[in-house]
T-cell receptor, first 113, second 119 residues
Framework: AQSVTQPDIHITVSEGASLELRCNYS??????LFWYVQSPGQGLQLLLK??????LVQGIKGFEAEFKRSQSSFNLRKPSVHWSDAAEYFC???????????FGAGTILRVKS | GAVVSQHPSWVICKSGTSVKIECRSL??????MFWYRQFPKQSLMLMAT?????????EQGVEKDKFLINHASLTLSTLTVTSAHPEDSSFYIC???????????????FGPGTRLTVT
């Protein structure tokens, strides 16, 4: 069965600093990978997705993620964090059966000025 | 495009009553919708997969008689929490897949969520 691990529960970065959120997955086949962001009390917004092809994926709001098959990772990055990026970030893997998504536990990002 | 709405956005009900939550795809058709539950500071847990015109598929451990799901059309799915109790208080989020194929495999569009508080 597929699973997603986000090792960092909380991360605090200074505004303007770079950011990397870690995500490791377990899946038997080629994974479909997603990053979502959730602001407090809100639903989820898709930041970016990977299905195939170029392993460096560009998303919205200046985010990017790199798929590394050898490390089973799909880490999210942003070169310069803005205060408005403070939110919770979820990595997810899509399963072919039932088109389900399996989510990681999430990483809460705090941005300090 | 690809907007999903939920109604109500929050609801408070008394223990023992039933509550219905609606999930609508506003600008696309969705044969499949998903219902998630999210506890405070936790991830989303899939409750069930709702398929238009057929019975929902529930995840292990989810009581189908307590969480009734109806997917009556290609744009509407409802979740009814029957005989609600305080432990049912949670944030319920729905998502939908785009029938047209614009969305890549596995991609889901999420609603804004419904906060349920049972007193």
């Amino acid at each position: 069965a597929q699973s997603v691990t986000q090792p960092d529960i909380h991360i605090t970065v200074s505004e303007g600093a770079s950011l990397e959120l870690r995500c490791n997955y377990s899946y038997g086949a080629t994974p479909y990978l997603f990053w979502y962001v959730q602001s407090p009390g809100q639903g989820l917004q898709l930041l970016l997705k990977y299905f195939s092809g170029d392993t460096l994926v560009q998303g919205i709001k200046g985010f990017e993620a790199e798929f590394k098959r050898s490390q089973s990772s799909f880490n999210l990055r942003k070169p310069s964090v803005h205060w408005s990026d403070a939110a919770e970030y979820f990595c997810a893997v899509g399963a072919l059966e039932g088109n389900k998504l399996v989510f990681g536990a999430g990483t809460i990002l705090r941005v300090k000025s | 495009g690809a907007v999903v709405s939920q109604h109500p956005s929050w609801v408070i009900c008394k223990s023992g009553t039933s509550v219905k939550i609606e999930c609508r795809s506003l600008d696309f058709q969705a044969t499949t919708m998903f219902w998630y539950r999210q506890f405070p500071k936790q991830s989303l847990m899939l409750m069930a997969t709702s398929n238009e015109g057929s019975k929902a598929t529930y995840e292990q451990g989810v009581e189908k008689d307590k969480f009734l799901i109806n997917h009556a059309s290609l744009t509407l799915s409802t979740l009814t929490v029957t005989s609600a109790h305080p432990e049912d208080s949670s944030f319920y989020i729905c998502s939908a897949r785009d029938l047209s194929g614009r969305a890549a495999l596995g991609e889901q569009y999420f609603g804004p969520g419904t906060r349920l508080t049972v007193t």
